[in-house]
């Protein structure tokens, strides 16, 4: 990726826990004026991504009217959506108009999800025992 802004234009904030066991919150707000569209969507990213397609999942920012400058936006993100695994994460904002990711949050844990070991991807500890 390559820098194209000194500054964020929007702040992005995963709020709470994340696991694929619950639906998960994120907050934006918008800090300059700028380009938006109701086609920017907000993505969730593996820690050390390359690309702003690199996306895990993604939810669409606005479906009708654009926020205001420093308007705080609450989005909810599917269960269904979220990687079952624990990982590192970051969410970045994708302007569609400027073509580039113009927000990025710190980095996050998303925690592992019971039904990751349901569908098999954790060993099962029986008896303290990784099978």
């Not at 964020?8 to 904030?13: P, S, W």
């Not at 479906?63 to 979220?82: F, G, H, Q, R």
């Not at 592992?112 to 025992?129: Q, Y």
Request: glycine residues 6%; negative net charge; hydrophobic residues 40%.
């Amino acid at each position: 990726l390559r820098k194209c802004f000194d500054t964020q234009l929007v702040h992005v904030t995963p709020v709470g826990e994340w696991s694929a066991d619950q639906n998960a919150l994120l907050t934006y707000t918008i800090l300059e004026d700028f380009m938006s569209s109701t086609w920017d969507w907000i993505g969730l990213y593996k820690v050390g991504f390359k690309s702003a397609s690199d996306y895990e999942t993604f939810v669409w920012v606005r479906e009708n009217e654009l926020p205001e400058v420093n308007e705080v936006i609450e989005k909810s993100v599917d269960k269904n959506e979220i990687p079952l695994l624990s990982e590192e994460y970051v969410l970045g904002y994708y302007s569609t108009n400027l073509n580039s990711i113009v927000g990025l949050s710190d980095n996050f844990q998303i925690l592992e999800s019971k039904r990751a070991a349901v569908e098999g991807l954790v060993p099962k500890d029986i008896n303290g025992i990784n099978n």
